[in-house]
Structure formats: C-alpha cells, structure tokens
C-alpha cells in the first residue's frame, strides 16, 4: 500500500518544526534527530512516487543518498 504524500509531508513539516524548536533551545543533537526525520520522509516521498517496486525504489534512495556526497563541502 502506498504511503499517503499528505501524510508524509505532514511529518516532515512536524520533524522541521521540532528541529526549529530544538535549535532554538541550543540542543543541536536533538535538532540533529529532527533533520535526519525530515531527511527520511523526503526520501519516502522521493522513491513513492514512482511505479517501481519497493526493490527498486530502495535502490533508487541508495543512489540518492550516494549521489548527495557530491555536494558535501570538504575542507
């Protein structure tokens, strides 16, 4: 069954609100939590929208997460 996009935006919009609320309070591993929330259900709704199977939609969050390091900044 597939997840419902409005639902999955919802926790992800709940996870932000909760690593605001955290970063304010100077608690940078709890925001920390949060933000990796947020990442998982963007990723969710990511590979969700596709018409592959769930094998191949991990494969694709694979390829997603892998592709990201290109863009990390490295001193």
């Known amino acids: 069954m597939p997840a419902d996009a409005g639902h999955l935006i919802g926790l992800a919009w709940h996870h ?3 690593a605001r609320t955290s970063i304010e ?3 940078a591993w709890r925001a920390e939590h949060w ?3 947020v990442r998982d259900q963007v990723l ?3 590979a969700s929208g596709s018409a ?3 094998r191949t ?3 694709r969050m694979v390829c997603l997460l892998s592709s990201s390091d290109r863009f990390v ?3």
């Open 44 to 46: 969710v709704l990511a």
């Open 35 to 37: 933000i990796g929330g």
């Open 52 to 54: 592959f199977p769930l």
């Open 57 to 59: 939609q991990r494969t």
């Open 25 to 27: 309070r100077g608690a």
């Open 16 to 18: 932000v609100l909760h």
């Open 73 to 75: 900044k490295r001193s």
